[in-house]
């Protein structure tokens, strides 16, 4: 059996990895971002299309159908049969200017897909803090259910002795269905998470091989100089591009474009012919202006957008770093301040307990002790959490 267990246990530790390899292996497939690739895709076909002139038009006409004998084309001069071609040609810069349009199209595209990278990231690491969050509490708890049975088990000798009231018995039994009914919860809770965590790897079975533990915090200023590889920010940036270059190529629309229309003129019974027509749209009614006016107040919105999302983000940055350091503080005041005095409380007390003078005060502080092992790893996964939502916010995966 032992045998058994330690090959099942191997196998585990075998098919568990890392949460940088776990990120590593969704960023390859993840549905989500392959949606993305395809808009990339299709912008790369734009682009491509944005050099094209406008298409030319062809036009067929017959001219002068008499009703009286409709077959006949040659009763007059004025019959004849035309094709008519006609090109629109481009102002001078208007193909380059919309070619940098959708360029920078294509830029806010990229900058969403590389938020859905950090995001999914992000997704990934804090879910896998969750689930080992969540095993350490129940490996705790676990702990505890051991201890209290044996509580018990030390209650009933002195019982049947007559050296101890039935009720610190019934004390202890009572905290082991409270530990029972907490197990379930994280247990549910766990299931919860691990299915999250398999849709976000795209894997039916994922176990995370990371050991649960804390490393010291960089400092503010680290998260604060690397802000601007934000992608998002980055984003906002790229729209403000995007917004500059519609501003340009509105303002070239002023200009009308110019074309040439070229026409063959066949005559049944007379000489044919040709001829050239050139023109262009006369804006006089100041369309073009309003347009380009238009245009141009969105770019300084779209400015000062950016501007706003770098400020908020500087915030933001704060806010979860002052989030980070209160969970790192709360660790070490549990970890080497509480859980070393109460130890010494169990020290004080051990040798009443040893002999049964006072297994109360022990439920007591073995409840008391549970709650700060738990409030330690709450406040553990925590910091791990925030530090993960600073590393997305400086676009780190």
Same mark, same amino acid.
């Given at each position: 059996?032992?045998?058994?267990?330690?090959? +099942?246990?191997?196998?585990?530790?075998?098919?568990?990895?890392?949460?940088?390899?776990?990120?590593?292996?969704?960023?390859?497939?993840?549905?989500? =971002?392959?949606?993305?690739?395809?808009?990339?895709?299709?912008?790369?076909?734009?682009?491509?299309?944005?050099?094209?002139?406008?298409?030319?038009?062809?036009?067929?006409?017959?001219?002068?159908?008499?009703?009286?004998?409709?077959?006949?084309?040659?009763?007059?001069?004025?019959?004849?049969?035309?094709?008519?071609?006609?090109?629109?040609?481009?102002?001078?810069?208007?193909?380059?200017?919309?070619?940098?349009?959708?360029?920078?199209?294509?830029?806010?595209?990229?900058?969403?897909?590389?938020?859905?990278?950090?995001?999914?990231?992000?997704?990934?690491?804090?879910?896998?803090?969750?689930? +080992?969050?969540?095993?350490?509490?129940?490996?705790?708890?676990?702990?505890?259910?051991?201890?209290?049975?044996?509580?018990?088990?030390?209650?009933?000798?002195?019982?049947?002795?007559?050296?101890?009231?039935?009720?610190?018995?019934?004390?202890?039994? =009572?905290?082991?269905?409270?530990?029972?009914?907490?197990?379930?919860?994280?247990?549910?809770?766990?299931?919860?998470?691990?299915?999250? +965590?398999?849709?976000?790897?795209?894997?039916?079975?994922?176990?995370?091989?990371?050991?649960?533990?804390?490393?010291?915090?960089?400092?503010?200023?680290?998260?604060?100089?690397?802000?601007?590889?934000?992608?998002?920010?980055?984003?906002?940036?790229?729209?403000?591009?995007?917004?500059?270059?519609?501003?340009?190529?509105?303002?070239?629309?002023?200009?009308?474009?110019?074309?040439?229309?070229?026409?063959?003129?066949?005559?049944?019974?007379?000489?044919?012919?040709?001829?050239?027509?050139?023109?262009?749209?006369?804006?006089?009614?100041?369309?073009?202006?309003?347009?380009?006016?238009?245009?141009?107040?969105?770019?300084?919105?779209?400015?000062?957008?950016?501007?706003?999302?770098?400020?908020?983000?500087?915030?933001?940055?704060?806010?979860?770093?002052?989030?980070?350091?209160?969970?790192?503080?709360?660790?070490?005041?549990?970890?080497?301040?509480? +859980?070393?005095?109460?130890?010494?409380?169990?020290? =004080?007390?051990?040798?009443?307990?040893?002999?049964?003078?006072?297994?109360?005060?022990?439920?007591?502080?073995?409840?008391?002790?549970?709650?700060?092992?738990?409030?330690?790893?709450?406040?553990?996964?925590?910091?791990?959490?925030?530090?993960?939502?600073?590393?997305?916010?400086?676009?780190?995966?």
């Amino acid at each position: 059996m032992r045998i058994l267990l330690y090959i +099942l246990v191997t196998f585990s530790l075998l098919q568990a990895e890392s949460i940088h390899q776990l990120i590593g292996q969704s960023l390859k497939k993840h549905p989500s =971002l392959t949606a993305i690739q395809h808009r990339l895709s299709a912008m790369d076909a734009r682009i491509a299309g944005s050099r094209n002139w406008a298409n030319p038009e062809l036009a067929l006409n017959i001219n002068d159908i008499r009703f009286d004998d409709p077959s006949n084309r040659g009763l007059e001069p004025m019959q004849y049969q035309a094709i008519n071609y006609k090109q629109r040609f481009p102002w001078f810069g208007k193909i380059d200017a919309k070619e940098t349009f959708t360029r920078a199209q294509k830029d806010v595209i990229v900058d969403s897909y590389d938020i859905a990278r950090v995001k999914l990231a992000e997704e990934i690491r804090t879910t896998a803090y969750t689930i +080992l969050e969540i095993k350490e509490r129940i490996r705790i708890v676990g702990q505890y259910e051991r201890l209290t049975k044996q509580n018990i088990a030390l209650y009933d000798s002195y019982i049947s002795t007559d050296s101890m009231s039935h009720s610190s018995s019934m004390s202890a039994e =009572l905290l082991l269905s409270r530990l029972h009914i907490r197990a379930e919860r994280y247990k549910a809770v766990l299931k919860g998470q691990e299915a999250k +965590l398999s849709y976000l790897v795209q894997r039916k079975h994922v176990s995370v091989s990371d050991v649960f533990r804390m490393n010291k915090p960089q400092s503010l200023g680290y998260y604060l100089s690397k802000l601007e590889r934000n992608p998002a920010f980055r984003q906002t940036l790229s729209q403000s591009k995007v917004a500059n270059a519609n501003r340009d190529m509105k303002a070239l629309e002023v200009n009308p474009d110019p074309f040439v229309q070229v026409g063959y003129f066949n005559r049944q019974e007379y000489e044919d012919y040709a001829s050239v027509s050139v023109g262009f749209a006369m804006p006089i009614f100041g369309t073009e202006k309003l347009a380009t006016e238009a245009a141009r107040k969105d770019a300084l919105a779209a400015k000062s957008a950016s501007l706003d999302y770098r400020y908020a983000l500087e915030s933001e940055i704060r806010v979860n770093y002052a989030k980070m350091k209160e969970a790192y503080s709360i660790y070490n005041i549990i970890h080497n301040d509480s +859980l070393p005095k109460l130890q010494h409380m169990f020290e =004080l007390n051990e040798a009443s307990i040893e002999s049964g003078e006072d297994l109360f005060t022990y439920t007591s502080l073995l409840e008391q002790k549970l709650d700060l092992d738990e409030e330690r790893t709450v406040a553990k996964a925590a910091y791990l959490r925030e530090k993960a939502k600073l590393k997305s916010l400086i676009g780190g995966i």
